[in-house]
């Protein structure tokens, strides 16, 4: 298995405003994914997060609206942007393993735009 | 596009009841993966299958790949009120992108 933190857990934000979410894994994971998700429904890719070059964004996901970093192996931001009441959600990041192809989530950010 | 069919969406039994989970799709998978999710924490990952055919068992709970990997089904045997939690069904085709099912909302009362 593999070894996620996520951070913060949970924002309430305003409006108009950006959240940065950062997640690190340990050093067996070389894929990075991040999720949303709406409580008790099942998860959406964003995005999948490349070491030192821009994020492959899957459809309906824009990097304006979801900047992306991966600056090394190990760690991965998620912005949400101007974010609107529509952005509340629960945010989770992954790890894939390279061999089995498992991911393995964070705890995930639950996120509350007001 | 959802392309895994997860049956049912909603589940309700008593504790001791045996209850199965379907994960439908028509597409081919290389593996597909298992999760339990509790509120307010990220998915546990349970299971992997690869082979078709493969049956899996983790304590009370059995993992079965169809035979043309393009299905699965969890089985729970005598469910305890620890098992409440969402189930997700997750499928690989290359690389490491995987597909979710909806989920299954499971709730075992005492």
């Known amino acids: 298995s593999a070894v996620i933190s996520q951070k913060p857990s949970r924002d309430i934000c305003q409006r108009g405003t950006s959240l940065t979410i950062q997640c690190q894994v340990d050093?067996?994971?070389?894929?990075m994914f991040w999720y949303r998700q709406q409580p008790g429904q099942s998860l959406t890719l964003i995005a999948t997060?490349?070491?030192?070059?821009?994020?492959?964004?899957e459809s309906g996901f824009v990097i304006d609206k979801f900047p992306i970093s991966r600056p090394n192996l190990t760690f991965s931001t998620l912005t949400v942007s101007n974010m609107s009441p529509e952005d509340s959600s629960i945010y989770l990041c992954?790890?894939?393993?390279?061999?089995?192809?498992?991911?393995?989530f964070g705890p995930g950010t639950r996120l509350t735009v007001t | 596009t959802q392309l895994l069919e997860q049956s049912p969406q909603f589940l309700s039994i008593q504790e001791g009841e045996n209850l199965t989970v379907y994960c439908n799709s028509s597409s081919v998978f290389s593996s597909l993966q298992w999760y339990r999710q509790e509120p307010g924490e990220g998915p546990v990952l349970l299971v992997t299958v690869v082979t078709g055919g493969e049956v899996k068992k983790l304590k009370r709970l059995t993992f079965q790949f169809g035979d043309a990997r393009k299905d699965s089904s969890l089985h729970i045997t005598a469910a305890q009120p620890g098992d409440t939690g969402l189930y997700l069904c997750a499928g690989a085709h290359s690389g490491y992108a995987l597909n979710f099912g909806k989920g299954t909302s499971l709730l075992v009362t005492p």
């Open positions: 997060a490349n070491q030192g070059s821009e994020a492959t964004y």
């Open positions: 992954s790890g894939g393993l390279a061999l089995s192809g498992e991911q393995y």
């Open positions: 050093s067996q994971v070389t894929m």
